[in-house]
């Protein structure tokens, strides 16, 4: 069987009947890079930079971080490859930082919240990705947004330390997309009007399954509320992929929901577009795609999405494959 999936490393991602998307894969560091592209990875769906800001004492550098993204770009040889700007606090910490104790950490100063606080810590991440991105296809993505005003404000810090770059004689690359994370209810609500301004969305399942069920994703217990079945849940993913579409856009997802192999028949006759997962289900995805009809799976949306649990979605996927 692994044989059978070692061939599919360069091929392309298509279903039976020949719809095309593409498989990316999620790293937290320039080291995972290598195993994104043995596993045939067509691009980076979710590179999470926390890991340059956390375990030390002190920010890292402009200078750190440009080296960190374009070892990235580099490796990438021009492929897609999406950052996403800090996403620290929740339970992620930064002891240097000195955020006061909230009572609900997760619906706290955390991401873009955090960033826009924070902007001079903001600026720094973007001038080091500004730099690195004459070194690949530089793909920006802001985390954790729940507002328009959030990501026009982010938008306008990136589009004013880029002016000041050029201005300044650094190169910097004219392709830079810049897009958001719709991880949270408001966000893919709001989906059809942050379409016109954005220029891909990638969905976090992670965190838009927490927000939407209220129940905390780290919470055993509360395993029968977290559920990627959810038709709550799946309807807000269609809104989602729906409104990118109607003004031109990708949607991508980069939950741990896009490489599970019960959910990608769902998404594909959704229409996703990109699906970003760790490098070890990229060639499972691929051969499941090449075994699924997209068209036939698309019949089967308005059913789905009828349905009243995600037990029954899951019922009703398995036995209508
Ligand atoms: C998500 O929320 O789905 C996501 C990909 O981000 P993280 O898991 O880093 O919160
Ligand atoms: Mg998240």
């Known amino acids: 069987e692994q044989a059978q999936l070692t061939q599919l490393v360069h091929e392309p991602t298509r279903s039976k009947d020949g719809h095309q998307v593409e498989l990316a894969g999620n790293i937290g560091s320039p080291a995972d890079v290598a195993k994104v592209l043995e596993n045939g990875g067509e691009g980076i769906g979710l590179f999470r930079t926390e890991f340059l800001y956390m375990g030390r004492d002190q920010f890292p550098t402009e200078d750190e971080q440009y080296e960190a993204y374009k070892s990235v770009l580099e490796q990438m040889e021009g492929r897609p490859t999406i950052v996403r700007t800090l996403d620290i606090g929740g339970d992620k910490e930064l002891p240097y930082l000195n955020l006061p104790e909230e009572a609900n950490p997760f619906l706290g100063i955390r991401a873009i919240r955090l960033c826009l606080e924070e902007e001079d810590m903001f600026r720094v991440q973007l001038r080091a990705l500004l730099r690195a991105s004459v070194h690949g296809h ?8 729940a507002t328009l005003d959030e990501f026009r404000r982010a938008k306008a810090v990136f589009l004013d330390e880029k002016e000041k770059l050029e201005q300044g004689g650094v190169p910097v690359s004219d392709r830079i997309e810049l897009g958001m994370m719709v991880e949270i209810p408001s966000a893919a609500l709001m989906a059809d009007q942050f379409a016109k301004e954005v220029d891909f969305f990638s969905i976090g399942t992670n965190d838009l399954i927490q927000y939407t069920m209220a129940a905390d994703r780290m919470n055993e217990q509360l395993s029968y509320l977290y559920q990627p079945f959810s038709p709550a849940v799946l309807r807000l993913i269609k809104m989602v992929i729906d409104a990118a579409h109607r003004e031109g856009k990708h949607a991508g997802m980069c939950g741990e929901m896009a490489g599970d192999e019960a959910a990608i028949p769902v998404l594909l ?49 398995e036995q209508s494959l």
């Not at 090449?290 to 979605?313: F, N, P, Q």
């Open 138 to 145: 530089l793909k920006i993505m802001f985390p954790m947004i």
């Open 269 to 317: 006759g959704m229409g996703l577009d990109e699906f970003s997962m760790s490098a070890s289900s990229i060639l499972k995805a691929r051969a499941k795609i090449a075994g699924l009809s997209k068209s036939e799976m698309e019949a089967k949306i308005d059913h789905i999405l009828s349905l009243s649990s995600g037990e029954e979605v899951r019922s009703y996927i």
